[in-house]
């Protein structure tokens, strides 16, 4: 796998933050990372143009979700995704274990797979750590992910445990059917909110020689302080020298946060999904553009973003087109919610570069407010609630 | 009035098509023309960048519409609609004369004016002819239009001779009250399906001198064949040498069929309307992007068009963006339509330049099949009622 690789640049003093570059067949990752996900091939309401405009350098997408519709076969035929969806970058998908478990009802697990009924149509399918590498490899992405089983949170340590050895048995699977050596396969940790369970899982996993490892099952709804902890306990067992990647986080205090424990790479919905629910990032904490203070500022949401929203709008206009349901505003948020990510992580790897992340990480919190925990997890709950009621899954 | 001006280039040997230029105080616009529709100061689902990029020289908007949200005078404040929207090329208002009637029993007309409930609060508003020609000033477009009355489809001679000669009244009192010197103010010719109404509206509002002339109360729903015949009637009677707008006229068939009748400026909500429904324009008829045909189809849906949509994605793509209802399609969508009425536009113009119209328009038209005229009907007729529901108007 010559064109694929992961140097690790430069650790940084006083914390576990590291500086990275990760080489794929696609193009260069400069890491810590933050990817925008795009589910369905697509970053919702963002153009590839606009995307590479506002510096991704990898996007996310689900093999559970793309074998639904269109179907691997179409995506496979018409380019991979790269070729699908245009956009010419590196690719990760997700193997959609999480989706799959998500299902609840719709779903029946055995040692030798999943079950389940498509969201859409009701159809049956099944999948198997074997053929979840197939959907992966015509999918044709540059990293692919492992296909485990994500426990819920809240969930009592013998179901984590149980999860977790299940897990464990079809990364090996994973590992053994995958075929393809354009691609890196990555493994992924579970064990739910259990320091032991998780020195196991991270343990067993590095035993099995991947070239990077997922963190999964967090961020599910425990409060930020376990979600942190356990990843500080997770990724102490884990190998230094291979890519750590921390699954469906990426609040801006997260980004932080989980930096300076060690992790190089990040997604979430989070930044498209508040987008187009109006709410945008500051660097002063969260600011929903419907709010009538908005409604005749002739300045952009944030002063300091350079993204193509806050270099052309005032936040009137996008208030405007929030009140007026206009979709012009689900583009612009999305795309001032990414590019802020983005350049807070230019940000931290140019804090990285010259070993100021302390001072970096000080200034940023001392100024972003972030948005209360119980309204956090109350919206999320609710979101998550409304996208069950559709089908949809995150 | 320096920087505001018409000059007619050349006639068509053959026909009463025209090439043109309009100066503005934003820049130029070469004629004919074709105008993307903004109602809500944002081209639905399409950036300025993107309009820009699409070769789109003027956009269109509503006064009555930006009238009531965000308020006419947010948009002043914040620079008039081309800082507002962050459009630096021309912009037209439309007078909102037709949303006003389109209110059915929420409006009272009497002769100084029309007292109507927003469709939003129900809060009572007074629209006369002074008032609007204060909002158009404040909202600051480079061509205005007169407030009128425009009667529906069908309607008897007797009301649209009534309705006709209120919008002469009312015509006299906006050119009376227009103020600005940097604004060019359209009169627009009224007299429903009647042809000898059309001739006496044309040839008063020619005698009240306006620097151009728009054709309002066409495309309600009458045959094509008596748009057409009834445009060309009142085009006899207007002077030459000014600019004339078929208002809310936009299908390809109907583009060439009505430069060839001497029209040189048009616009429609059609292409984006139709696009956020996954039909879009090709060089043989309109085509559903949702049908099962496109699943497979590793070529643009149009490929002979050089947008941003054809030139960077397959049908395949376009047909599971909207099956799967992502944002991104109304986009790729709308881009593709406005690029392909603004392209044909293109080569109109140098058809025109070059005097060979009439090859142009036998060739388009002998590919180009219309939507059969019940079907179209129809469909507008549905999506009319749609927005009466919703209260929106066209």
């Known amino acids: 796998m010559a064109n694929l690789s992961f140097q690790l640049l430069r650790s940084a003093t006083g914390s576990e933050a590291r500086r990275g570059r ?8 400069e890491t810590p990372v933050f990817m925008p996900v795009g589910t369905q091939a697509t970053v919702k309401a963002v153009t590839p143009h606009q995307l590479a ?25 018409l380019g991979g995704l790269h070729g699908f969806m245009s956009w010419p970058r590196p690719i990760l998908t997700d193997s959609g274990g999480f989706q799959v478990f998500s299902l609840g009802h719709l779903r029946k697990v055995t040692e030798e797979g999943v079950v ?19 959907v992966e490899e015509d999918l044709g992405a540059d990293i692919i992910m492992a296909f485990d089983e994500c426990a819920p949170y809240p969930c009592d340590q013998e179901y984590a445990r149980q999860a977790m050895e299940r897990t464990h048995r079809w990364s ?68 230094t020298d291979k ?5 469906g986080v990426g609040s801006p205090e997260d980004l932080i946060e989980c930096v300076e424990r060690g992790v190089d790479m990040f997604d979430a919905v989070l930044p498209t999904r508040i987008a187009r629910n109006g709410a945008l990032f500051t660097r002063t904490g969260r600011r929903n553009i419907r709010n009538a203070s908005f409604r005749r500022m002739d300045a952009p949401v944030d002063p300091t973003c350079d993204c193509y929203t806050c270099t052309t709008f005032s936040a009137a206009y996008l208030h405007h087109l929030f009140k007026t349901e206009e979709l012009l ?9 990414l ?28 100024r972003y407010v972030p948005t209360n925990e119980e309204v956090r ?11 069950r009621a559709k089908g949809e899954g995150r």
């Open 377 to 387: 997890v109350a919206q999320k709950a609710k979101w998550e609630q409304a996208q």
């Open 172 to 239: 090996a699977r994973c590992l053994a059917a995958k075929r393809r050596d354009d691609q890196w396969l990555f493994g992924i940790v579970q064990g739910g909110i259990y320091p032991e369970l998780r020195r196991e899982s991270a343990s067993f996993l590095a035993s099995l020689d991947f070239p990077g490892y997922a963190v999964g099952g967090l961020s599910l709804g425990e409060p930020k302080a376990t979600t942190y902890a356990i990843l500080a306990e997770t990724l102490r067992w884990l190998p």
């Open 53 to 77: 405009e506002l510096g991704a350098s990898i996007v996310l997408s689900n093999a559970y979700h793309l074998y639904l519709r269109p179907g691997t076969a179409i995506v496979k035929d």
């Open 339 to 366: 590019r802020f990510l983005v350049k807070l992580m230019e940000e931290i790897r140019a804090a990285l570069d010259s070993d100021t992340f302390p001072a970096l990480r000080d200034d940023f919190l001392a």
């Open 116 to 134: 389940f009924r498509s969201h859409h149509d009701g159809s049956e399918h099944f999948f198997t750590p074997e053929t979840v590498m197939r």
């Open 22 to 29: 990760l080489t794929t067949p696609h193009g260069n990752i």
């Open 243 to 247: 890519p750590r990647y921390l699954m």
């Open 329 to 337: 505003g689900y583009t612009l948020a999305s795309v001032h919610n």
